[in-house]
Each structure stands twice: as C-alpha cells, then as structure tokens.
Nanobody, 112 residues
Framework: QVQLMESGGGLVQAGGSLRLSCAAT?????MAWYRQAPGKPRELVAV???????NYADSVKGRFTISRENAKRTVYLEMNSLKPEDTAVYYC?????????WGQGTQVTVSS
C-alpha cells in the first residue's frame, strides 16, 4: 500500500505561482499530477517516470514543471503564470504496472 499526501495548494492571483508537493511512501513508482475542476473529468497534468522522463498536458507546457526527489520520496509540481482555468483540485498519483494509488487532493484557486 502506497500512501500519498499533497500539500501546497491555496489561493493565488492570475499570473502568480505555487508549488505543490506530494510526499510518498515509495520512490519506485511513476508519479503524476492530475486535476479536476468542478463539473469536469479528472485530467492528467504531468507525469514523471522513475527514470526521470516527463510529459505534460498541452495546456500547462512551458508553465508547469514536475520534478522528484527520490531521497525525500517527494514529487513537486511548480506552477507558474497561473490562469483562472487552472483552478481545480490537484491530485498526486503513484502508478506501477497495475498498481495505482491516489492522494486526497489539494485545492488550487486562481483569481482573475
């Protein structure tokens, strides 16, 4: 069983920045950030593989950066140039093969 705990969400003005953290009980899984806005399906924001390769949703490319610190078992999502449409609950996910675990989510609200 993998446990995940997100932190770092909050309220920020458009154009601002936030850094989300996800503390995990493992460093051997691929890690991802997802988000879910009210009334919308959950969507992938960014993923970082165990080897460090990354992928991003087109909507966040050039603004968000995912990184991981395996020694601390922590994954980060650096979010810059935030827009109101980035408002959502952000979830951390750990995945490996058929295993998948989710955190409880952290709210990010971007005001215009």
């Amino acid at each position: 069983q993998v446990q995940l705990m997100e932190s770092g969400g909050g309220l920020v003005q458009a154009g601002g920045s936030l850094r989300l953290s996800c503390a995990a009980t493992t460093s051997t899984f691929d890690m991802a950030w997802y988000r879910q806005a009210p009334g919308k399906p959950r969507e992938l924001v960014a993923v970082i593989r165990r080897g460090g390769a990354t992928n991003y949703a087109d909507s966040v490319k050039g603004r968000f950066t995912i990184s991981r610190e395996n020694a601390k078992r922590t994954v980060y999502l650096e979010m810059n140039s935030l827009k109101p449409e980035d408002t959502a609950v952000y979830y951390c996910k750990a995945e490996r093969g058929t295993e998948a675990y989710w955190g409880q989510g952290t709210q990010v609200t971007v005001s215009s």
